[in-house]
């Protein structure tokens, strides 16, 4: 397209461009409205050459949302939890907390704003809430009325955030909060022998996107998925999470 344009302007340039003048012209004329017509005349002529070699398409303009996530948010958060809780999986004081809390993180610190935050933050778990159909990004785009990128860029961030915060939030259970563990196991079981098992394992699987080159069937799940297991263990009395687990699923298909 550049020689295309180049070439054009190298005939352009050997047009006399006094041959645009109108016979009917007052020859009084200002001297911006000929620049002006000159301009005109270079356009037209440019395009007409363009159109030689080339053809135009008109453009369309793509359907998008126009109400960015976080702006249905702040409608849900006083109108309806669990719309809310349907698109970030937790609750309005839950993403507040979650969002400040990111905003101190580094992957954060050059986001200008906590309300930009909180929309970033909205996208990257609104992402990472789907799966199967409507779960690609194309979809997540046009249901959080951002591009595509930006779905992907603020995701990441998201997760580097989490990350992050990892350590310092989630911590093993103190003694204090292990007895209080066992003596719920006990009351709630009836059994007293039983409250040495204090901790809960819960998981799931997530799909890899191909067949892995190294130790593919340890990756093989049960449901015929090649996968990686998260299990995160918790206090069954508090639900508080002590520990998080990544790896494969190998013999644990039922975690």
């Not at 779960?135 to 046009?142: K, L, P, S, T």
């Not at 003596?183 to 890899?208: F, M, P, Q, Y």
């Amino acid at each position: 397209m550049h020689s295309l344009m180049v070439g054009s302007k190298m005939q352009l340039d050997l047009m006399d461009v006094n041959a645009t003048s109108h016979p009917n012209y007052d020859l009084e004329e200002s001297d911006d409205d000929m620049f002006d017509h000159a301009v005109s005349f270079t356009l037209i002529r440019t395009y007409n050459i363009i159109s030689q070699s080339r053809y135009t398409v008109e453009h369309l303009q793509l359907l998008q949302r126009r109400d960015p996530l976080i702006n249905m948010l702040d409608r849900y958060a006083v109108s309806n939890y669990k719309l809310f809780r349907g698109a970030v999986c937790m609750t309005p004081d839950a993403f507040q907390a979650l969002t400040y809390r990111l905003s101190t993180t580094n992957a954060f610190r050059s986001t200008s704003s906590f309300w930009h935050v909180q929309q970033q933050v909205a996208v990257g778990l609104y992402q990472l809430g789907q799966s199967g159909n409507g779960g690609g990004v194309c979809d997540i785009a046009f249901a959080c009325s951002c591009s595509w990128g930006l779905v992907h860029e603020w995701t990441d961030r998201t997760i580097a955030g989490l990350y992050e915060l990892n350590s310092g939030v989630v911590t093993f259970a103190t003694e204090d909060k292990c007895a209080k563990a066992k003596a719920w196991v006990a009351d709630k079981s009836g059994v007293k022998e039983w409250s040495r098992g204090w901790l809960v394992v819960d998981g799931t699987h997530i799909n890899l996107a191909w067949k892995p080159a190294l130790n593919a069937c340890k990756h093989y799940s049960y449901k015929g998925d090649y996968t990686f297991n998260i299990a995160l263990v918790f206090l069954p009395h508090s639900l508080h999470i002590v520990k998080s687990v990544v790896g494969h699923p190998g013999s644990s298909h039922d975690v």
